[in-house]
């Protein structure tokens, strides 16, 4: 078992900043990979960006060149640093991990981005 906990969103104007964190625990020995989905209204679950246990990252296209996601291993927390927001990323942000057998969720965070 993985559990998975967010912190970080919030409300922000166009062009600002946020940090979100997810700290994981339990069998994080078993982890492949560790990143950020997003659900904005009325849109299907996107791919932000993820990390391997190795440090490769892939991003979505829509965040590339403005989000960057990386990874503090002392403390089982990877976070995503957002710079540029601009409304259309407005979402339910979820960590995830995924495991050889299972996919993993956190409870999500809410980004509000106002024009």
């Known amino acids: 078992q993985v559990q998975l906990v967010e912190s970080g969103g919030g409300l922000v104007q166009a062009g600002g900043s946020l940090r979100l964190s997810c700290a994981a625990s339990?069998?994080?020995?078993?982890?492949?990979?560790m990143g950020w989905y997003r659900q904005g209204p009325g849109k299907q679950r996107e791919l932000v960006a993820h990390?391997?246990?190795?440090?490769?990252?892939n991003y979505g296209d829509s965040v590339k060149g403005r989000f960057t996601i990386f990874r503090e291993n002392a403390k089982n927390t990877v976070y995503l640093q957002m710079n540029s927001l601009i409304p259309e990323d407005t979402a339910v942000y979820y960590c995830?991990?995924?495991?050889?057998?299972?996919?993993?969720w956190g409870q999500g965070t809410q980004v509000t981005v106002s024009s």
């Open positions: 339990g069998s994080i020995i078993s982890i492949n990979y």
């Open positions: 990390i391997t246990s190795g440090g490769s990252t």
């Open positions: 995830h991990a995924r495991t050889p057998r299972y996919d993993y």
